[in-house]
Each structure stands twice: as C-alpha cells, then as structure tokens.
C-alpha cells in the first residue's frame, strides 16, 4: 500500500474541505448547520437570454424613463411571481415576472434578462456539519465530532447508511452473490474486495447506500463508475484484504451512520473520497412550516435559479391586495440574503423554514 494513501481519524474531530476547482458562488455561511444535501458552492453559466416589453403592461409612452418605473436594478435575479415593475398612480400597475432570470439592462425599451443556468460544477455537504470557514469564491469547511477515512478511489458518487460488514471470515471477505440480501438495500456495507461484475450489478438492484472495499481489480472500476451508487475503495487497485487500520475504524463504527462523499472536479478528474462516520446520530428536521417564518430565519429557496440554496430573511415584504382588470395580485414576499454580497425577493411560498427558533 502507497504511504498516506489512506488518512484516517479513528475517534474526534472531522475537518473535511469542499472547494471548487474554480472561484464561483459560495452560498454558506460561517457557523451554519448544513446537511448531508446542503449546496455549498456552484459555478453556473447561462445558456439563454430573453426580452421583456413593459411598456404596454404599465400603459408607458416610448418616451418616458422606463428606469423610474422599475423595482429592480441591473444584476439583480428574479424569480417567477416577483415584482419588476410598477406605476402609481389613480390606476395602480404592476408587472411581475413570468420567468426567472438575471435583470441585465434596458435595450430599445426592452428589459434584457438570461435564464436557464447550466451547471458546471457544484460542492455539497455530503455529511452533517459545522460551516466553519468560508474560503472566498471557492467553497467552505465544514466540521463534525467522530470518525474519518480518506481513501484511495471513488466512483464520484455520495451516499449514506447504516454501516454494516460481510462476514469477514467467509471466502476471505470477497463481496459475492452470497453477500446480497435485503439487508443490503439503504445500508453502506464493506469487504475486502470484489471480483465480479455481475456481483457489482446484482448489488445495484438491492439500492445499497454504499460499498467500501479494501481494494479493487482495475477491470471492475468502470463497472463501479456506471453504478449509481457510491463505491469507496480504501487501500489498494488490485485484490486484496482491507488494511488494519481501515477495518479497525469500520468495525468500531457498525451499525453507525455513514456517509460517503466520492466527487469530481469540473475537469471530470475524481477527488480522493472520503467516509465521515460522525459520532451524534443525524436527525433530520421534520417539520418545516411556514407560519414559524419571521426575520433573521434560515429558510431554503425552493425553486428557481437559488433553488436548493439557504439564506436569512432579511424582510417580509406584504403583497398587493388589489385585483382588478389591469393589477395582478402579488404574493407576499421575502427578502433573503444568502451571502454577503447575494440578496434576493422572493415568494414566500417559494421558501421552506429549516431552521425553526426555539
């Protein structure tokens, strides 16, 4: 086995980095809980670009100041249903927005936005943890209490499970057909190897958390990349036992949550993967309703071009109750910040609370 090529933290605390290979959007915060799917940072480009006239919406001449009338500004996103647009008056107007997008400028009276973001690279959790350092533009680390395997290989998959073992004393701890069953299906199991692709692909059909082996053929490493599952290997490419050090780790933490974080950069170049076994079981939030939303709490958006992401409300804007032929009722809105230099209105109904005061 190659020196360093496993690093391991049998027992305290868990520092795990999760970075962009280049600078993007970092929507974390600094002290923030975050869960195994929490979006830590993304790098998106944007594949198409629309025009809006308002001029009739808002009953405008071509000759007046559009930019008097708008309640957005240049660079600002908006979501679907969010104010852009409004007049006063004896007729109150207003325009909301029918898709979402970045607000770009005013071209021949025409607001120009871009939609449709394609990602290009994106970092989560992958585990539960403390948000304890943000690195600018790039991502964050996140930071737990227990038990930490940094291995060899991954098939840039995540995942997580009970952590369960094969018998080890059985057909030298080779995974195989005798190793599936159901208590397989949501668990994430460890062996000392595997030597057959049919046992990788019968393995699938049980919707396992994950596998760990000590090591594994480099001919069944494709076969692990087309799973859709995580597989983790520790120690070694080839056929082997799992090291000491490894399945001492392992076996201390059975029956213990596991989560496996196995990822690739933008380049498709696969990040060395990572078992995080904290040491408090994870208990995710049940409830999530939306009469408990006030300033200063942590929601999640929803939909849209943030959606997925956390952020504080900052503000509760109210809607507008007025309905007539030529005014749309607007929903009752939020304003949310999601970092320092990110702040966004949107629905309340586009937001969920995840972090409720006591």
């Given at each position: 086995?190659?020196?360093?090529?496993?690093?391991?933290?049998?027992?305290g605390t868990v520092r795990c980095a999760r970075l962009l290979s280049e600078d993007g959007t970092v929507v974390v915060f600094k002290g923030q809980m975050a869960d195994p799917t929490t979006q830590i940072a993304f790098r998106k480009i944007w594949s198409r670009h629309f025009s809006l006239n308002i001029l009739d919406a808002l009953d405008l001449d071509p000759a007046d100041n559009i930019r008097e009338f708008l309640t957005i500004k240049e660079g600002d996103f908006v979501s679907v249903g969010e104010q852009i647009a409004k007049r006063e008056g004896r007729r109150k107007l207003s325009v909301t927005a029918k898709a979402s997008g970045r607000f770009l400028g005013i071209s021949a009276n025409r607001l120009?936005?871009?939609?449709?973001?394609?990602?290009?690279?994106?970092?989560?959790?992958?585990?539960?943890?403390?948000?304890?350092?943000?690195?600018?533009?790039?991502?964050?680390?996140?930071?737990?209490?227990?038990?930490?395997?940094?291995?060899?290989?991954?098939?840039?998959?995540?995942?997580?499970?009970?952590?369960?073992?094969?018998?080890?004393?059985?057909?030298?701890?080779?995974?195989?057909?005798?190793?599936?069953?159901v208590d397989l299906a949501g668990a994430v199991v460890f062996a000392n190897t595997c030597t057959d692709a049919n046992v990788l692909k019968t393995a699938a059909k049980m919707?396992?958390?994950?596998?760990?082996?000590?090591?594994?053929?480099?001919?069944?490493?494709?076969v692990a990349v087309s799973l859709p599952?995580?597989?983790?290997?520790?120690?070694?490419?080839?056929?082997?036992?799992?090291?000491?050090?490894?399945?001492?780790?392992?076996?201390?933490n059975i029956i213990k949550f596991a989560y496996l974080y196995s990822d690739n950069n933008a380049s498709g170049k696969l990040i060395r993967p990572e078992i995080i076994i904290p040491q408090d079981e994870y208990i995710p939030e049940k409830e999530n309703p939306l009469n408990?939303?006030?300033?200063?709490?942590?929601?999640?958006i929803i939909e849209g071009f943030y959606g997925g992401e956390l952020g504080i409300v900052v503000d509760i804007l109210p809607g507008n109750d007025e309905n007539s032929?030529?005014?749309?009722?607007?929903?009752?809105?939020?304003?949310?910040?999601?970092?320092?230099?990110?702040?966004?209105?949107?629905?309340?109904?586009?937001?969920?609370v995840i972090n409720l005061k006591s």
């Open positions: 086995m190659p020196e360093e090529a496993v690093h391991i933290i049998s027992s120009i936005f871009e939609s449709d973001p394609v990602d290009i690279e994106s970092r989560v959790a992958g585990f539960p943890g403390v948000v304890t350092d943000i690195v600018n533009n790039r991502g964050a680390y996140l930071e737990t209490s227990g038990s930490y395997i940094k291995g060899l290989w991954g098939n840039g998959k995540c995942g997580q499970g009970i952590l369960l073992s094969i018998d080890m004393e059985k057909n030298n701890g080779i995974f195989d057909l005798d190793s599936i069953s919707t396992p958390g994950g596998l760990i082996f000590g090591s594994l053929p480099s001919y069944l490493l494709p599952f995580p597989i983790i290997v520790t120690d070694w490419i080839g056929t082997g036992k799992i090291s000491n050090p490894v399945h001492l780790t392992l076996g201390e408990h939303l006030g300033i200063g709490s942590q929601v999640r032929d030529n005014t749309e009722i607007a929903p009752d809105q939020v304003k949310i910040c999601i970092d320092e230099e990110t702040y966004v209105t949107l629905p309340k109904n586009n937001v969920e």
